[in-house]
């Protein structure tokens, strides 16, 4: 069938035709940097909301240490349970498909894989925390509920000015009381629970883990998002040289007459460089 490949401003005013190769490379190096994407993007998910359980923690915690509102910690307590639910449900997310990923973006390297497997199996005889919070995804998912109780502690202290402040300490915990029975939670994980877990010092240990694991993997990949990413910055360079940077968001397009001329396939392509999360300098690293 006859094809039309080219790249294009995303007004569609400037294009620039592509061959056949050329077009497929890009296609490759545009799966390969979507995937890397889809590691860090998943696993800086799992650190946001662990932040976002902070917060709320902290929230409480001035709630409490003032008792200024019953009816504010009342609506805030099913934001800090959801918040711990969706970590974990972003932990699993990441955890169930990062090997799926490295695997689709090294497919000429099984063994990576197998290096990925072998790491998350030695973290989860490792760590308490690890395995507790891989338990904790059939919990939540069926019952809801990330934690059972609070303790806080609060006192008057004085600052650099002499000036009187509150201070507190504000903890949220799982008990193992609650929890239930092996019907309940995986049994071996539950034979080795203690009666309380402090829910955030626990998550900061699992968060160690995972930062392990996205280390592991964004190495792998290194050299083939480096390649894939110089190849995508040669096109747009050349796109920007000869229309200017006012048209730097481009687009990848294959037409086909096959399709009564229409567009059969359009990626994106620029939204893949200068990104943060590729170049290791977020935030979170």
């Known amino acids: ?21 050329q077009f497929k490379e890009l296609k490759r190096a545009r799966k390969r940097l979507s995937l890397v994407h889809a590691v860090s993007h998943k696993y800086r998910l799992v650190l946001s909301n662990y932040r976002i359980i902070d917060q709320h923690m902290a ?3 001035e709630l409490y240490a003032s008792q200024y509102s019953v009816e504010d910690i009342e609506k805030l307590k099913p934001q800090l349970n959801a918040s711990i639910n969706n970590y974990v449900l972003s932990a699993r997310i990441f955890t169930s498909q990062l090997k799926r990923h490295i695997q689709s973006c090294l497919p000429t390297e099984r063994e990576r894989v197998t290096e990925l497997s072998e790491l ?13 919070v891989d338990a904790m995804y059939d919990y939540v998912t069926y019952y809801g509920l990330s934690f059972h ?3 806080c502690q609060s006192g008057i202290i004085l600052d650099e000015d002499g000036q009187p402040q509150r201070r507190f300490d504000f903890k949220a915990y799982i008990e193992r009381e609650y929890i239930g029975g092996p019907a309940d939670f995986r049994a071996s994980v539950l034979e080795e629970t203690p009666e309380r877990i402090d829910v955030l010092q626990l998550l900061a240990e699992f968060n160690t883990c995972l930062g392990e694991l996205h280390a592991s993997a964004m190495k792998m990949v290194q050299t083939v998002m480096n390649d894939a990413e110089s190849m995508v910055r040669e096109f747009v360079n050349v796109f920007i040289g000869q229309f200017g940077a006012q048209h730097a968001n481009i687009f990848v397009v ?7 001329d229409k567009v059969y ?7 893949y460089l200068d990104n943060r999360l590729l170049t290791g300098t977020g935030d979170d690293d």
Do not use: C
């Not at 006859?2 to 005013?13: C, Q």
């Not at 396939?265 to 939204?271: A, D, G, N, T, Y």
């Open 1 to 21: 069938m006859d094809s039309e490949f080219y790249l294009t401003s995303n007004n569609n005013h400037k294009t620039l035709p592509l061959t056949e190769e």
């Open 59 to 61: 929230q409480l915690g």
């Open 120 to 132: 998350m199996d030695r973290l989860y005889q490792r760590s308490f925390a690890y395995r507790f």
């Open 149 to 151: 109780a609070f303790h």
């Open 254 to 260: 294959h037409k086909t007459r096959a399709f009564g």
């Open 265 to 271: 396939e359009r990626f994106p392509l620029s939204m």
